[in-house]
């Protein structure tokens, strides 16, 4: 009832930028929040930000002044902005949109399919 495309990664050389994107559609009567989150092999999800409907925004210290959320509330998508890329970021991305459906107001929590970025040395 609620999908959500990712597009944006891909391979980057350490301090480069790159642009993620995230559009949800759907029978959706609105979306709350709306993040990122990324998993590098072997390790768990981990949440790098999230941003509400309200504005507010949250991030994972580690890139904190090196990334950044934003979104479209008309367009339900929600960018990240990621500059200083280091390998440490390496991981594959995923989108997270939480919210309430048209019908019945039921709520809803989805996820994207990931998308890999690469950082090299």
């Known amino acids: 009832q609620v999908q959500l495309v990712e597009s944006g990664g891909g391979l980057v050389q350490a301090g480069g930028s790159l642009k993620l994107s995230c559009a949800a559609s759907g029978t959706i009567c609105r979306i709350d929040v709306m993040g990122w989150y990324r998993q590098a092999p072997g390790k768990q999800r981990d949440l790098v930000a999230t941003?509400?409907?309200?504005?507010?925004?949250d991030y994972n210290d580690s890139v904190k002044g090196r990334f950044t959320i934003s979104r479209d509330n008309a367009m339900n998508t929600v960018y990240l902005q990621m500059n200083s890329l280091q390998p440490e970021d390496t991981a594959v991305y995923y989108c997270?949109?939480?919210?309430?459906?048209?019908?019945?107001?039921?709520?809803?929590?989805?996820w994207g399919q990931g998308t890999q970025v690469t950082v090299s040395s």
């Open positions: 997270n949109a939480r919210g309430v459906l048209r019908r019945w107001g039921t709520p809803f929590d989805v």
């Open positions: 941003t509400t409907r309200g504005g507010s925004t």
